[in-house]
């Protein structure tokens, strides 16, 4: 990196932009139906797999008494579905539905739509979107090495 790119000027910069574009998009209402504890709690256990309520809550850093009302809030609408354990067959462990499925993939066509509206127009010049699309892998591999 040149003497003129210092990582701390360069890593503040990025956390604060970042910052306000992830709160501002979780900010702005789109059609979905998922509050953000539900779209945290059925994405988390989407990625997670079949698991307890107790080790989500865990793994999102909520009382399990948080997690339990939003659980059964995701399973009264078919969202969720409470399985016994295989391995053990005391335990009931929670999965994502197909609707789950779907609800997920909507809400992020939703937010995708919402920047993809914000890029549009005059507000960006083509080589600012150039830009903008090299970035993102940047900001993954970026996010991949913290």
């Known amino acids: 990196m040149s003497d003129d790119l210092d990582p701390d000027a360069v890593a503040a910069a990025l956390l604060a932009s970042?910052?306000?574009?992830?709160?501002?998009?979780?900010?702005?209402?789109?059609?979905?139906?998922?509050?953000?504890p539900e779209r945290t709690a059925l994405s988390r256990l989407d990625?997670?797999?079949?698991?307890?309520?107790?080790?989500l809550a865990r793994e999102v850093q909520i009382t399990a008494q948080a997690m339990g009302a939003t659980l059964g809030t995701l399973r009264?609408?078919?969202?969720?579905e409470?399985?016994?354990?295989?391995d053990d067959g005391r335990r009931v462990v929670l999965?994502?539905?197909?609707a789950g499925r779907q609800a997920l993939k909507d809400?992020?066509?939703?937010?995708?739509?919402?920047?993809?509206?914000?890029l549009t127009g005059d507000t960006f010049t083509r080589a600012e979107l150039e830009r903008l699309a090299a970035a993102a892998p940047l900001l993954e591999r970026l996010a991949q090495n913290i």
């Open 18 to 36: 970042l910052s306000v574009l992830v709160r501002r998009v979780r900010q702005v209402p789109v059609d979905g139906g998922l509050t953000m």
């Open 47 to 55: 990625r997670l797999g079949p698991t307890t309520s107790s080790a």
């Open 76 to 80: 009264d609408r078919g969202l969720v």
């Open 82 to 86: 409470r399985r016994r354990d295989p």
């Open 95 to 98: 999965t994502v539905t197909d």
């Open 107 to 118: 809400k992020r066509n939703a937010r995708a739509e919402l920047i993809a509206r914000a």
